[in-house]
T-cell receptor
C-alpha cells in the first residue's frame, strides 16, 4: 500500500516558526492535505494544496510542495500555545473504481511551550 | 449548523458483544467513511461508501460491518470477530460533486472493550 511518513514529535517555543514535514509515495496524488487534531477530538482541515502548485499561503500557514521529491511541509508562523496538537498529512488515493480516499501519516505531535 | 455527529462519545462493551457506532451528517455529502485511530498511529480506513446502498472495504475491514440505507447515516458495527476493538473511531464525509473534496470529520467515539 501507499505510505505517508511524518516525524512523530516537534517542540518549539511560543513565537517561533514550526515546520512539519511529510513524504508521500503516490505520484498520482492530485491533492495533499494538512489536518489538525486536538485531544479527544476529530480532525479539522487546515489547508490543502493541488499537486500542480509549489506553494500555498493562508494567514500563518504556508504549505510547500516538492513534487519531484514527494515532500510536503507545513510552516506555522508565530506559533502559539493554542497550536499545540497533532498534525496529519494526507494524500488522496483513487481506487480501481475511481473513488478517492485519503491515506494519512501517523501524525506529528507539536508541543508549543511558553 | 451543518456537521457530522457521532454518538456516543464514549462506549464500553464486554468482549464477545457486537456494538454499533452511530454517524449522521446533514451536509448533504454523498460519501462517508470510517477510520480507526490507535495511540501513536495514523488513521486507518475501515469502510467507505460513495452512494446509498453501496460501500467498499478499506484497509482493515475484517471484524467490522456497515450499512448505508440513508444518505445521512453510515453506522459501523464492531463485531465480536474484531480481535482488537478498543480504539478511537472517526467518521467522515465528503462531497463527491467537488473533485477530491476534503474530508470533514466528526468528533469521534472512543470504544473500550474489556
Amino acid at each position: 500500500g501507499e505510505d505517508v511518513e511524518q516525524s512523530l514529535f516537534l517542540s518549539v517555543r511560543e513565537g517561533d516558526s514550526s515546520v512539519i514535514n511529510c513524504t508521500y509515495t503516490d505520484s498520482s496524488s492530485t491533492y495533499l492535505y494538512w489536518y489538525k487534531q486536538e485531544p479527544g477530538a476529530g480532525l479539522q482541515l487546515l489547508t490543502y494544496i493541488f499537486s500542480n502548485m509549489d506553494m500555498k499561503q493562508d494567514q500563518r500557514l504556508t504549505v510547500l510542495l516538492n513534487k519531484k521529491d514527494k515532500h510536503l511541509s507545513l510552516r506555522i508562523a508565530d506559533t502559539q500555545t493554542g497550536d499545540s496538537a497533532i498534525y496529519f498529512c494526507a494524500e488522496s488515493i483513487s481506487d480501481d473504481s475511481g473513488y478517492s480516499t485519503l491515506t494519512f501519516g501517523k501524525g506529528t505531535m507539536l508541543l508549543v511551550s511558553p | 449548523d451543518g456537521g457530522i455527529t457521532q454518538s456516543p462519545k464514549y462506549l464500553f462493551r464486554k468482549e464477545g458483544q457486537n456494538v454499533t457506532l452511530s454517524c449522521e451528517q446533514n451536509l448533504n455529502h454523498d460519501a462517508m467513511y470510517w477510520y480507526r485511530q490507535d495511540p501513536g498511529q495514523g488513521l486507518r480506513l475501515i469502510y467507505y461508501s460513495q452512494i446509498v446502498n453501496d460501500f467498499q472495504k478499506g484497509d482493515i475491514a475484517e471484524g467490522y460491518s456497515v450499512s448505508r440505507e440513508k444518505k445521512e447515516s453510515f453506522p459501523l458495527t464492531v463485531t465480536s470477530a474484531q480481535k482488537n476493538p478498543t480504539a478511537f473511531y472517526l467518521c467522515a464525509s465528503s462531497n463527491l460533486g467537488l473533485k477530491n473534496s476534503p474530508l470533514h470529520f466528526g468528533n469521534g467515539t472512543r470504544l473500550t472493550v474489556t
